[in-house]
Each structure stands twice: as structure tokens, then as C-alpha cells.
């Protein structure tokens, strides 16, 4: 699977100004775009405007030598953003998505995400409340399939995560879910399972029409 040869953009995490990927969120849609991408002495940052229904957020979002990363620590924190609920991030460790040269078989990385969410104004929770909550992720790259979704038909790396929820709390149980994540090169993030269930699945992809330049006329020659 041909990528691209530098760290970024990041091909299977491209913050590429303008792009916007529309998926199937059960019976939902969910928008993820990015905007507001510009050049640093370690590679890119941009803004990443999450829209469910009738819901927005946005986060960070950053790429490195060291992969990309987000503020709200990759797509599950992203994802929070647009739930409606106040999102506070304690902390943020490791990166959504390594470089392009570590996104092969048997490959791995690992993450971890600790929040504390407050519920929406008119919520049925009680006022003032507050949950903490401490997510933490490992992710092996299984290798290269062959994968249909509403968007069309891609190759795409296959990466099973293995993610353990549990209470910010010294001695809290957590409770692990396995799940599957495709990515295609050059448009990230296809498609995500749980067991039989498809959670995301990708469109449609759009990316701004490049402006071409009308071609110089040419200056007549006046003749003496």
C-alpha cells in the first residue's frame, strides 16, 4: 500500500485544509472537517469541527514526526466534544494515529484519555454533577483489506483496539471493548466496529476544488 514518504500530512490521519468526511452513525449522519491548517517547525495544526445532530465540537489537532494527535486524544475524544456534554481534558497521552512508516502489520501504539464531563444545561442529571472518566487504548495494525462502504470501495489498514473505560478513581474496575478501525491512505478513518456492529461508516468524502488560474493573455506587439 503506497503512502506518502513524510511524517506529514499524516496519510491515514490527513489534516488537509477544507477536507470533510460524512459518515452513517446509526441512524444518524456525522461530519468531521477540517479547517484552519497551517505549517509549524514540527509539521501541521489544524482544527478538527465535529457536527451530530445538531450538535458541534471541535478539537486540536496536531501532526508530528511522532504521528497525529488531538486535544481530545483521538476520535473518541472527538467524538465527546459533540455529545452535548462539557468536556474537560485532565490529560492526553500518545498519539491517534502514528507515522505512516509504523502503520504496518503487527504494529503497535497506545494512548490513554482522562476527562471529566458535566452534563448539558436541561439535562435529567443532576445539576452540578460530574463524571470522571479515564480511557485507555491499545491499538495493533492487523493488515491490509479490501473494504466497501457507502463512500466506495477502498484498501485500507484494518487496526484492532483494544479500549478499557473505568472511573478516575484509585482501585476503579474498568470494563475493556475490543473494536476494529479502517484506514484508507489519503482520506483516514472508513470505517469502525464493534463485534458485528458497524458504529461509522464513511459516505462521502469532500475536498475543495482547487481554483485554477486563468491562463496570462498575451500582450499584443505594437509595432513602430
Known sequence: MPVAEGACPNPFFPLEEGLKLTYRAGSSELTISTRG??????????????????????????????????????????????????VEVVSAEGVAVPPAARMVPGSSWKNSLSVK????????????????????????????????????????????????????????????????????????????????NTDLELLKVDRPVAVQKAPAKAKKSTKL
Open 37 to 86: 491548517v497551517t505549517s509549524t517547525s514540527e509539521g501541521l495544526k489544524g482544527l478538527l469541527a465535529v457536527d451530530l445532530k445538531g450538535r458541534s465540537g471541535e478539537t486540536e489537532a496536531f501532526c508530528t514526526s511522532e504521528g497525529v494527535r488531538t486535544g481530545l486524544g483521538g476520535l473518541e475524544g472527538t467524538l465527546l466534544s459533540a455529545s452535548g456534554m462539557k
Open 117 to 196: 464531563l458535566q452534563p448539558p444545561e436541561g439535562s435529567k442529571m443532576p445539576a452540578g454533577m460530574v463524571l470522571a472518566s479515564t480511557f485507555d487504548k491499545e491499538a495493533t495494525v492487523l493488515g491490509e483489506e479490501e473494504v466497501t462502504v457507502g463512500a466506495g470501495t477502498f484498501k485500507a489498514l484494518k487496526v484492532k483496539n483494544l479500549t478499557t473505560a473505568r472511573a478516575s478513581r484509585a482501585g476503579a474496575q474498568g470494563r475493556s471493548i475490543e473494536s476494529f478501525i479502517w484506514f484508507a491512505p489519503g482520506v483516514g478513518i472508513i470505517k469502525v466496529a464493534t463485534g458485528n
